[in-house]
């Protein structure tokens, strides 16, 4: 008896001595952090916080949005897309147009395609005064066919094209495009390299990417001017750790503030704590999903810290994925069933305390009709019924052939609320008498492996990008489902195939008059009303938490970052 006495007596004092100790040990942590933070900036600069800096600084080395939010600082794509989806020029003069005449379609072996004339900004120049002319955009076009010869499907937006030549003077140049294309314009990950420094390790690495990467300047000698054109150049790159940007005089633009810092903080929790310490400025809106903006919007106004919470609806559709591969989710009464079962409303209500916008269909159009998929537990019952699927005896769910309806839910486990919203559906689709099941995956996992290659069994809940005024060809046609024999390239992830729906998509995306890719755009909709591949539940929201001294930050509805107008953010 003494002996567990003394055991439990000890063991507390031991427990209580560790908790001490870790209490300081974390304590002594986050003062070494802000220690650092003044050590490598002063107050006058502006400083952001983000949880990953890009392990390189070459542009064709970034393939994701954190990435491509640094990246934007200091290089400038050709041309980026703005908060409504309309293409916008940031390093061109204007985009071509048949009105403009610098849009033509030709015949070429009996082949119509579509011709355009493009033109360099007077202005534009690199940090180190050269200017930007076509040579930077034709060795950047041998880089990128460089990189597709590879396998790679991250510039897909440059399959379409099949040449690109200097046109009249050494700022204009002529992209030929394989057919008559709508998306001729999209180039937002156009990113132009210098020439006149990278060509030379190009060609001494014999033309091998891996090489060539590894010798880039952007590599070798990130404080190099020349690599950057856009408003901020490089002073200081600490791997994993930070960025230093200062004011690119050659920019074309000047820009209101002198100095960026952009440290990398280990998460959100660390971000949160940066902010309330007044150590960072602004939390980007890749960081914080709305569920944790939210949450800090209310610790902040508890602790009377001061912020702009800033958030926009954007066009990044989030949905319920059916897939189609199994004979039970195949049956087009069965989803019908499911999607009456939803109820939009009451998920954005209770998950996102009514914050966002509901998504009633996959893309925006003029037509009018109305939702046939809408909240009905009756019209879902009645269905359900008809399909044979019935209560039995004292059960809850629905049974065939002695056997349940029940359905797998797959999502991430991450903190985009999409936890709270499947116990919600899946409580939905308990009332009309439908067995669901939540698993949850890695985040990494999951978005790089489980989705593209389509592993889910039943429903996978996840979002992609639905701009007005562009139909979702690579979503939707048969050719676009990811297989083995693709390398699961394709994002018609629940492998919908309809061949009426192909024929449209191959229509739309030659068709350049704007009301007959609207009519075109109806008969999509229509299709898809009739057969419910998926499900739309609700837009994603963007946000980000910002200083009170900070003033023109600009979030987007498309996925162009918010640094593509950093040049205009202040810093008072």
Same mark, same amino acid.
């Given at each position: 008896?003494?002996?567990?006495?003394?055991?439990?007596?000890?063991?507390?004092?031991?427990?209580?001595?560790?908790?001490?100790?870790?209490?300081?040990?974390?304590?002594?942590?986050?003062?070494?952090?802000?220690?650092?933070?003044?050590?490598?900036?002063?107050?006058?600069?502006?400083?952001?916080?983000?949880?990953?800096?890009?392990?390189?600084?070459?542009?064709?080395?970034?393939?994701?949005?954190?990435?491509?939010?640094?990246?934007?600082?200091?290089?400038?794509? @050709?041309?980026?897309?703005?908060?409504?989806?309309?293409?916008?020029?940031?390093?061109?003069?204007?985009?071509?147009?048949?009105?403009?005449?610098?849009?033509?379609?030709?015949?070429?072996?009996?082949?119509?395609?579509?011709?355009?004339?493009?033109?360099?900004?007077?202005?534009?120049?690199?940090?180190?005064?050269?200017?930007?002319?076509? #040579?930077?955009?034709?060795?950047?076009?041998?880089?990128?066919?460089?990189?597709?010869?590879?396998?790679?499907?991250?510039?897909?937006?440059?399959?379409?094209?099949?040449?690109?030549?200097?046109?009249?003077?050494?700022?204009?140049?002529?992209?030929?495009?394989?057919?008559?294309?709508?998306?001729?314009?999209?180039?937002? *990950?156009?990113?132009?390299?210098?020439?006149?420094?990278?060509?030379?390790?190009?060609?001494?690495?014999?033309?091998?990417?891996?090489?060539?990467?590894?010798?880039?300047?952007?590599?070798? *000698?990130?404080?190099?001017?020349?690599?950057?054109?856009?408003?901020?150049?490089?002073?200081?790159?600490?791997?994993?750790?930070?960025?230093?940007?200062?004011?690119?005089?050659?920019?074309?633009?000047?820009?209101?503030?002198?100095?960026?810092?952009?440290?990398?903080? /280990?998460?959100?929790?660390?971000?949160?704590?940066?902010?309330?310490?007044?150590?960072?400025?602004?939390?980007?809106?890749?960081?914080?999903?709305?569920?944790?903006?939210?949450?800090?919007?209310?610790?902040?106004?508890?602790?009377?810290?001061?912020?702009?919470?800033?958030?926009?609806?954007?066009?990044?559709?989030?949905?319920?994925?059916?897939?189609?591969?199994?004979?039970?989710?195949?049956?087009?009464?069965?989803?019908?069933?499911?999607?009456?079962?939803?109820?939009? #409303?009451?998920?954005?209500?209770?998950?996102?305390?009514?914050?966002?916008?509901?998504?009633?269909?996959?893309?925006?159009?003029?037509?009018?009709?109305?939702?046939?998929?809408?909240?009905?537990?009756?019209?879902?019952?009645?269905?359900?019924?008809?399909?044979?699927?019935?209560?039995?005896?004292?059960?809850?769910?629905?049974?065939?052939?002695?056997?349940?309806?029940?359905?797998?839910?797959?999502?991430?486990?991450?903190?985009?609320?999409?936890?709270?919203?499947?116990?919600?559906?899946?409580?939905?689709?308990?009332?009309?008498?439908?067995?669901?099941?939540?698993?949850?995956?890695?985040?990494?996992?999951?978005?790089?492996?489980?989705?593209?290659?389509?592993?889910?069994?039943?429903?996978?809940?996840?979002?992609?990008?639905?701009?007005?005024?562009?139909?979702?060809?690579?979503?939707?046609?048969?050719?676009?489902?990811?297989?083995?024999?693709?390398?699961?390239?394709?994002?018609?992830?629940?492998?919908?195939?309809?061949?009426?729906?192909?024929?449209?998509?191959?229509?739309?995306?030659?068709?350049?008059?704007?009301?007959?890719?609207?009519?075109?755009?109806?008969?999509?909709?229509?299709?898809?009303?009739?057969?419910?591949?998926?499900?739309?539940?609700?837009? /994603?929201?963007?946000?980000?938490?910002?200083?009170?001294?900070?003033?023109? @930050?600009?979030?987007? #509805?498309?996925?162009?970052?918010?640094?593509?107008?950093?040049?205009?953010?202040?810093?008072?």
């Amino acid at each position: 008896m003494l002996l567990k006495c003394l055991h439990h007596r000890y063991l507390g004092s031991f427990m209580r001595n560790f908790f001490v100790l870790g209490l300081l040990a974390t304590t002594l942590w986050l003062l070494a952090l802000n220690a650092a933070a003044q050590e490598e900036h002063s107050s006058k600069i502006l400083k952001v916080g983000v949880t990953q800096i890009p392990r390189s600084l070459h542009p064709y080395e970034i393939n994701d949005y954190k990435g491509k939010f640094v990246l934007n600082f200091y290089q400038r794509p @050709l041309i980026y897309t703005d908060e409504e989806g309309a293409t916008r020029c940031s390093l061109c003069i204007k985009i071509p147009s048949f009105e403009n005449k610098q849009l033509d379609r030709r015949k070429k072996k009996r082949r119509h395609h579509l011709v355009a004339n493009w033109r360099i900004r007077k202005d534009a120049r690199w940090a180190d005064k050269r200017p930007v002319t076509v #040579k930077d955009v034709l060795f950047t076009w041998e880089i990128i066919n460089a990189i597709r010869a590879e396998g790679s499907n991250t510039l897909d937006q440059f399959s379409a094209i099949e040449s690109i030549v200097e046109h009249g003077n050494p700022r204009e140049f002529q992209i030929s495009y394989y057919q008559i294309t709508s998306d001729f314009d999209q180039l937002d *990950d156009f990113f132009l390299l210098p020439a006149h420094i990278e060509q030379p390790i190009w060609e001494a690495s014999k033309k091998n990417l891996s090489n060539y990467f590894k010798n880039s300047l952007y590599k070798k *000698d990130p404080l190099n001017k020349g690599l950057y054109n856009g408003p901020f150049i490089v002073t200081r790159f600490k791997y994993e750790k930070s960025l230093q940007l200062k004011q690119n005089l050659q920019f074309h633009q000047s820009s209101k503030t002198a100095s960026i810092f952009i440290w990398q903080l /280990g998460g959100t929790p660390e971000l949160k704590w940066a902010y309330r310490n007044r150590s960072i400025a602004i939390i980007p809106e890749h960081e914080l999903s709305l569920p944790e903006t939210v949450a800090m919007q209310k610790d902040l106004k508890k602790k009377n810290i001061s912020a702009n919470i800033n958030m926009v609806d954007t066009h990044r559709m989030n949905q319920i994925m059916f897939n189609l591969r199994n004979p039970l989710l195949a049956n087009r009464l069965l989803r019908v069933a499911i999607a009456h079962a939803i109820n939009r #409303k009451e998920i954005i209500n209770s998950v996102f305390h009514g914050s966002v916008k509901a998504a009633n269909q996959p893309f925006e159009t003029t037509n009018t009709t109305n939702d046939p998929i809408s909240y009905s537990p009756g019209k879902s019952q009645q269905i359900l019924e008809r399909l044979g699927w019935r209560l039995q005896g004292k059960s809850i769910y629905r049974m065939k052939e002695q056997k349940k309806l029940s359905i797998t839910i797959d999502i991430p486990d991450d903190n985009s609320g999409r936890a709270e919203m499947a116990r919600e559906l899946a409580n939905q689709l308990k009332q009309v008498g439908i067995e669901a099941i939540i698993k949850t995956h890695p985040v990494k996992r999951y978005f790089s492996k489980f989705i593209p290659r389509a592993e889910f069994t039943d429903l996978a809940i996840f979002s992609w990008p639905a701009t007005p005024t562009r139909l979702p060809y690579s979503i939707f046609h048969s050719a676009e489902i990811p297989t083995y024999q693709n390398d699961y390239t394709g994002q018609n992830i629940g492998a919908w195939r309809d061949s009426n729906i192909d024929k449209l998509l191959s229509k739309f995306s030659k068709e350049l008059d704007g009301k007959k890719r609207s009519n075109l755009a109806d008969q999509v909709l229509n299709i898809w009303h009739k057969q419910v591949p998926f499900i739309p539940l609700y837009y /994603g929201v963007k946000s980000s938490v910002a200083s009170k001294d900070v003033a023109g @930050l600009k979030l987007y #509805k498309s996925d162009t970052p918010s640094s593509i107008n950093s040049e205009n953010w202040v810093y008072k």
